[in-house]
């Protein structure tokens, strides 16, 4: 977390993140969803293949039902933060498991943020429910011009 914490503190202007593959913990992703809401630099994030722990969900989230809620849960803080962010273009969640839940989080998002206009949800494990949740939002936001998720 120090790593991410270092790229907000310093007065340097970072347009992009990479975070691919990195071991994202809802932890650092919590801290990322903070930075975001006040962050006015930073385009592109891309957080591929980060599936968030049971210990780290657990720091944060009082009531577990399902295997998909606990993977969501990082959908869900972003989601938050993107209704405040004005700069972020580009979000990749590619292969994070977020499932319905946190497919209809970003959904509820996207009614609110017009910034964001490339969104990749592939292999996410998003059935009819969140499909159906980003094919209504799409009626709403005019912003977002590439949206992936299958």
Known sequence: MDQIRQLFDKKTI?????????????????????????NT?????????????????????TRLSSASQLL??????LAEAL????????????????????????AETLKINTTLIKLNLD???????GAQALTETLKINSSLTELYFG
Do not use: M, W
Request: proline share 1%; with cysteine.
């Open 123 to 129: 292999s996410n494990q998003i059935g009819d429910p």
């Open 72 to 77: 969501s849960c990082g959908a869900q803080v």
């Open 83 to 106: 209704k405040i962010n004005t700069t972020l273009t580009t979000l990749n969640l590619e292969s994070n498991q977020i499932g319905d839940l946190g497919a209809q989080a970003l």
């Open 14 to 38: 970072i347009k992009r993140i990479n975070l691919n593959y990195a071991h994202v913990s809802i932890r650092k992703v919590r801290f990322l969803a903070e930075a975001l809401k006040i």
């Open 41 to 61: 630099t930073l385009t592109i994030l891309n957080i591929k293949g980060n599936q968030i722990n049971y210990q780290g969900a657990q720091l944060n989230l």
